[in-house]
């Protein structure tokens, strides 16, 4: 099941403007990353964040973490076209003896020139 | 960071036909992740591959539809079989090179008819 939930689904904004990009999880959680996809094709990773952090800053990127509300949101200032791309958050949790990543629903978002 | 060759990176495919995805990393790694991303969906874990061992699936994903092997700790693949039109997916590989930081291969984009 998913663990994460993003909002919103999608996104237009203009060239130039801050893009903020939200997401839920359930479940306890040693650190949450975000990851972006371009057409479809695969992740990138962007910025981890550990449980004890609140704040974190990577170029035009910036994460908040709040695990008292269960969230996370991502901040890109200043957009530009090449940040069109879909944004997912994701965790990494065990169940069924696996160690993989748990996605959220993404974001996709459109930087309109 | 690693790099990742999948292929085929895209195909169509014959319902009741099997495709074989195979995942070459660049240096040996001790888990690989198989993960299934429907189209406008996020990514959802299909199983961890242990070189070794027999793969580990999640919860809706059985070893009779997705075999995957781990013949050595470069390379894994996973074979979608008796495909039908719901199995039209984009499919990743992906490993941890990094704690806390996941790489991708480019992904196959499987259409089948």
């Known amino acids: 099941s998913q663990q994460g939930e993003e909002d919103p689904q999608a996104l237009s904004i203009q060239e130039g403007e801050n893009a903020t990009m939200n997401c839920s999880y359930k479940?306890?959680?040693?650190?949450l990353q975000w990851y972006r996809q371009n057409s479809g094709r695969g992740l990138v990773h962007l910025i981890l964040?550990?449980?004890?952090?609140r704040e974190k800053h990577s170029g035009r990127l910036r994460v908040t973490l709040d695990t008292s509300k269960k969230s996370s949101s991502l901040l890109i200032t200043a957009s530009q076209a090449a940040d069109t791309a879909s944004y997912f958050c994701?965790?990494?949790?065990?169940?069924?003896?696996?160690?993989?990543?748990?996605f959220g629903k993404g974001t996709h978002l459109i930087i309109q020139p | 960071s690693a790099v990742i060759s999948q292929k085929p990176s895209r195909d169509i495919c014959q319902r009741g036909t099997s495709l074989t995805i195979q995942c070459q990393v660049d240096?040996?790694?001790?888990?690989m992740f198989w993960y299934r991303q429907q189209p406008g969906q996020s990514l959802t874990l299909i199983a961890t591959?242990?070189?070794?061992?027999?793969?580990?699936?999640e919860s809706g994903f059985v070893i009779d539809k997705f075999p995957i092997s781990r013949p050595n700790l470069t390379f894994s693949t996973l074979t979608v079989s008796n495909m039908s039109p719901e199995d039209s997916s984009i499919y990743l590989c992906?490993?941890?090179?990094?704690?806390?930081?996941?790489?991708f291969g480019q992904g196959t984009r499987l259409t089948v008819v």
């Open positions: 964040i550990r449980s004890n952090e």
């Open positions: 240096s040996q790694v001790t888990m």
């Open positions: 992906s490993v941890d090179r990094e704690p806390g930081k996941a790489f």
């Open positions: 591959a242990n070189q070794g061992s027999e793969a580990t699936y």
């Open positions: 479940t306890s959680i040693n650190n």
């Open positions: 994701a965790t990494k949790y065990s169940g069924g003896g696996a160690d993989g990543l748990t």
